[in-house]
């Protein structure tokens, strides 16, 4: 079984990008992400409505990481303490060595290949580090562009379910892609 440590958290660089620990320092960020209705188009989850629904979201997401569950980071450009998305590990399967990743960007940052250069740095830790053999990510099958972005880096389309998930009083079909571990 796969061992996890977040402990001390993994600041992440690249190019551009800073991939830092979420904090409450973010939260006006935060609850522009989720309860933008533009980016949580293709999210079944409810948008954040208040201030305290953002911290609680940032409690949530520590909690995750203190007990090793998950990991997000906050994306932010170089020379900018500003969150301009998130991007993690959500729903680790430590037993079958696989975590679903999942982001999110300010719309005004989009079309910048930043999604694509967060990914890769992501995918670079979960398969050195984490020692993962698979990543998956689930997607709404009408988000085009996060499918384009996944296969750019290199993730195979597995599956569609069919009305798999149950939300706001309708059945969801789901797309799952993967990428196994080539480094």
């Not at 999110?104 to 984490?130: D, N, R, S």
């Amino acid at each position: 079984m796969l061992s996890i440590n977040f402990t001390p958290f993994p600041n992440l660089e690249t190019e551009r990008l800073y991939l830092r620990r979420v904090d409450k320092n973010d939260v006006e960020p935060i609850l522009e992400l989720r309860s933008n209705v533009e980016t949580m188009k293709y999210i079944p989850r409810p948008l954040l409505i208040t201030t305290e629904e953002a911290l609680e979201h940032i409690v949530m997401i520590d909690a995750k990481i203190e007990s090793n569950e998950g990991i997000n980071w906050a994306i932010t450009l170089k020379g900018s303490p500003k969150l301009i998305g998130v991007i993690g590990f959500y729903r680790i399967k430590t037993e079958h060595f696989r975590a679903e990743i999942g982001y999110m960007l300010l719309p005004e940052y989009g079309g910048k290949g930043i999604v694509t250069e967060a990914i890769q740095e992501a995918i670079k830790y979960g398969f050195q580090i984490m020692k993962l053999h698979s990543i998956e990510a689930i997607i709404d099958p009408k988000n085009i562009g996060s499918a384009k972005v996944l296969e750019k880096n290199n993730f195979v389309k597995e599956a569609h379910l069919k009305e798999n998930e149950f939300y706001e009083g309708r059945f969801l079909d789901t797309i799952i892609y993967s990428r196994l571990n080539k480094f």
